[in-house]
T-cell receptor
Framework: EADIYQTPRYLVIGTGKKITLECSQTMGHDKMYWYQQDPGMELHLIHYSYGVNSTEKGDLSSESTVSRIRTEHFPLTLESARPSHTSQYLC?????????????FGPGTRLTVT | GQNIDQPTEMTATEGAIVQINCTYQTSGFNGLFWYQQHAGEAPTFLSYNVLDGLEEKGRFSSFLSRSKGYSYLLLKELQMKDSASYLCAVRLNTDKLIFGTGTRLQVFP
């Protein structure tokens, strides 16, 4: 059973606010990822990390930032939320093994910016 | 660019067999994943193919042909709880996953 947690699960916030979406995993995985998914659409990678102090931007341009100070923690921050940021944000993690392994997903944060 | 194609929607009857196809054209290939995603929930892992052939896991099987850029997910003995979206995802050589839009499967009694 995957142990990856996201908080909050749901968030409604006004335009211009700063928000941080939390993601933690207890599996000791080196690799962590943030995806954005609109209803009925594909997941888009917005950030990823291959270890502590390592962060990279994904394929979808995003105004968010991430940090990876501890292996288990990979928070995502929006400095100034806008209605266009309304979406579901999914965090995932995976092990570093030869041949790779599957990504385990957290339950997601559904963000609405009014 | 990266391109992954899946049918948008499929319907089937409880107890039947359904095959969900996925074709891909990507810059690099390091395996193909299938995930199941119920509405409003996170994706959960179903199968992984890196070599050509069929991988069977209970009621679910997945097939890969790398030369054709093609995979399918086969679901047998369908149950109502199998109603969900099924996501095809290709892992690139960089270890990132590229997802298709998913196939929404509805199972009817």
């Amino acid at each position: 059973e995957a142990d990856i947690y996201q908080t909050p699960r749901y968030l409604v916030i006004g335009t211009g606010k700063k928000i941080t979406l939390e993601c933690s995993q207890t599996m000791g995985h080196d690799k962590m990822y943030w995806y954005q998914q609109d209803p009925g659409m594909e997941l888009h990678l917005i950030h990823y990390s291959y270890g502590v102090n390592s962060t990279e931007k994904g394929d979808l341009s995003s105004e968010s930032t991430v940090s990876r100070i501890r292996t288990e923690h990979f928070p995502l921050t929006l400095e100034s939320a806008r209605p266009s940021h309304t979406s579901q944000y999914l965090c995932a993690s995976s092990e570093t093994l030869a041949g790779g392994t599957e990504q385990y997903f957290g339950p997601g944060t559904r963000l609405t910016v009014t | 660019g990266q391109n992954i194609d899946q049918p948008t929607e499929m319907t089937a009857t409880e107890g039947a067999i359904v095959q969900i196809n996925c074709t891909y054209q990507t810059s690099g290939f390091n395996g193909l994943f299938w995930y199941q995603q119920h509405a409003g929930e996170a994706p959960t892992f179903l199968s992984y193919n890196v070599l050509d052939g069929l991988e069977e896991k209970g009621r679910f099987s997945s097939f890969l042909s790398r030369s054709k850029g093609y995979s399918y997910l086969l679901l047998k003995e369908l149950q109502m709880k199998d109603s969900a979206s099924y996501l095809c995802a290709v892992r690139l050589n960089t270890d990132k996953l590229i997802f298709g839009t998913g196939t929404r499967l509805q199972v009817f009694p």
